[in-house]
């Protein structure tokens, strides 16, 4: 049933591709989605993107999620001042947001429904993906308060550390798992950018 | 008239030996680094002779490194050009001496903040440039959050050292019981570990990341986030000569707010635009604080543009751009989880 659910996701996904690729060429192709290719698990991260315990020092209580969008980096504070640190891909300039928000909901490999502005940017995107190893949104998806915007995995480990992102945070499919499994609904996310100048 | 001539030719000559005499007097007892440093047209920084991210020439006798840059900074700040760091490589144990007798302007030398440090050698130590201490590096396969989970463990360490000392005062503290193996050099704790002899490395955790590098894999191999001591590393200046005290703390100062503000080598000419009255005051197109400094209005500018922000200065020798790739840790700002803090700059 699930293969059967992918192999729709993939076909669709690539037949929208087909159709849409002359006007997907004439504008900016986005390098940070690609529906239907199968993320490569055994891509290595550079140890900057590399899930790792780290010093940090914050009054805000463990179990709490921060991300610094400058740093490409996602916190998640534990006891004793320190945190789990993973890399990220964020938004790209333009699309970057911050506030405070909670997580909402979770799923595992998610279904993507990319939201109506971003097909409207990338016309040649689907309408609608089956969850699975080809979809953008990985392994896991946290959704973050009433926004579009969503914590997931990824397909491509290697826009981990860069900007290309509509604005939701991607992690790779392992890390995305792993927060996922330490953080509950209600779980209290600060998003940080960079100062203005 | 041979006579007067005469005698206005010994006067002449005892006026001008007497000038001679008062300008070498007064070269050598006038103590403001400052104006000593302006008619060098250079800036003298006492630096280790080679360590890693922090002060090491290349074999063209080309200067890099975290404490190298600082001092570039300075020079920055001064001259507009951070040509004019000229580097002086001291011993661990001459370098206070030589701070001393002014054999160099500023040491910019991994050195450690400690009290005895200024009262021994009447020195003065302006701010932290980097948080330093005793860490523990172990296989990443034993799967260890935290250095309290070392109960047990075999701890290599070098004879002598303060870190030895910390180790011992560590898990006496905290009752966990420990085999410590101490080697005289450190190629052999170094040695003894990589080939599996003790189950954990101790050493200064900017120490850990240098070493890692020269380990059979690098790669299987954690440091943990716990530092057990305090090593606060900061550049040191002589007592008793403000002007020249205020120029070394707040071009750092300067440099940790400009990353605090955003501001950076590659945005300098966007943030001298700016009308934000904290970037306006850095940069100087607000407010006197350079000139007051005895320097330009600009001197901020010049360090972020030539050097950039502390932030920048990091990462490029030590930190992620760098081959050590120290995590941030307690060296970042104090807004993003570390203890970085400058005073405001208004």
């Known amino acids: 049933m699930t293969d059967f659910r992918r192999l729709t996701g993939i076909f669709m996904a690539a037949m929208g591709m087909i159709l849409s690729a002359p006007q997907a060429f004439a504008q900016q192709p986005d390098r940070g ?22 010093y940090y020092r914050t009054t805000e209580p463990p179990g709490t999620i921060i991300v610094s969008t400058a740093e490409r980096h996602l916190y998640l504070v534990q006891p004793g ?39 409207q940017r990338q016309p040649y995107l689907p309408r ?59 779980t209290k996310v600060i998003i940080r950018q960079k100062p203005e100048l | 008239m041979m006579r007067t001539f005469r005698g206005g030719l010994l006067i002449g000559l005892a006026v001008a030996v007497l000038v001679a005499v008062l300008a070498t007097i007064y070269e050598f ?66 370098r206070f001496k030589e701070l001393q ?6 040491l910019s030398r991994n050195s450690t903040w400690s009290m005895k440090r200024e009262l021994d050698y009447d020195l003065y130590f302006p701010a932290v440039a980097y948080y330093d201490g005793a860490g523990f590096m172990l296989p990443r396969s034993r799967n260890k959050e935290t250095s309290l989970d070392l109960t047990g463990s075999k701890v290599c360490v070098q004879s002598g050292t303060t870190t030895a000392l910390n180790v011992a005062d560590y898990f006496r503290v905290n009752n966990m019981k420990y085999d410590e193996m101490k080697f005289d050099k450190l190629d052999d704790v170094v040695k003894a570990y990589d080939t599996g002899k003790c189950d954990t490395l101790s050493a200064d955790v900017s120490q850990l990341y240098a070493l890692r590098l020269n380990l059979s894999k690098p790669g299987d191999n954690m440091i943990l986030p716990d530092m057990i001591s305090k090593e606060p590393l900061a550049p040191v200046v002589r ?44 940069v100087g197109t607000e407010g006197n604080y350079g000139e007051q400094l005895g320097l330009t209005k600009d001197w901020a500018a010049r360090i972020i543009r030539h050097v950039g922000n502390y932030g920048e200065m990091y990462d490029r020798n030590i930190g992620e751009k760098s081959k050590l790739k120290i995590p941030r840790g307690m060296n970042q700002l104090w807004n993003a989880g570390g203890v970085q803090y400058a005073p405001p700059m208004r």
């Open chain 2, 101 to 106: 007798s002014r054999k160099v302007d500023i």
């Open chain 2, 239 to 282: 007592q008793r000569d403000d002007d020249w005290m205020m120029i070394v703390k707040w071009t750092l100062y300067a440099m940790i707010n400009a990353e605090e503000l955003g501001v950076t080598s590659e945005n300098i000419d966007e943030a001298l635009k700016s009308k934000k009255p904290e970037v306006m005051r850095l």
């Open chain 1, 81 to 119: 001042g320190r945190a789990i640190r993973y890399g990220i891909g964020v938004g790209r300039d333009g699309f970057q947001w911050q506030g405070l928000v909670t997580i909402t909901n979770k799923k595992e490999w998610p279904d993507w429904t990319p939201p109506a502005e971003m097909i």
């Open chain 1, 33 to 54: 989605d690609e529906p239907g290719l199968i993320a490569d698990d055994g891509y290595q991260l550079d140890p900057e993107w590399q899930k790792q315990v780290v």
């Open chain 1, 128 to 186: 609608f993906m089956a969850g699975g190893p080809g979809n953008p949104l990985g392994a896991r998806a946290m959704y973050l308060g009433t926004t579009v915007y969503r914590i997931h995995g990824t397909n491509r480990p290697d826009t981990i550390g860069t900007k290309v992102s509509s604005g939701c945070f991607r992690l790779v499919n392992n890390d995305v798992a792993d927060l996922y499994d330490r953080v509950p609904v209600g």
């Open chain 2, 29 to 94: 007892y006038d103590t403001r680094t400052l104006k000593r440093t302006v008619r060098r047209g250079e800036v003298l920084c006492g630096v280790n002779k080679g360590l890693p991210g922090f002060s090491i020439p290349d074999d063209k006798g080309n200067w890099s490194g975290f404490d190298v840059d600082f001092c570039r900074a300075v020079a920055a700040a001064i001259f507009n050009d951070p040509g004019k760091a000229k580097f002086v490589p001291l011993d661990a144990s001459e």
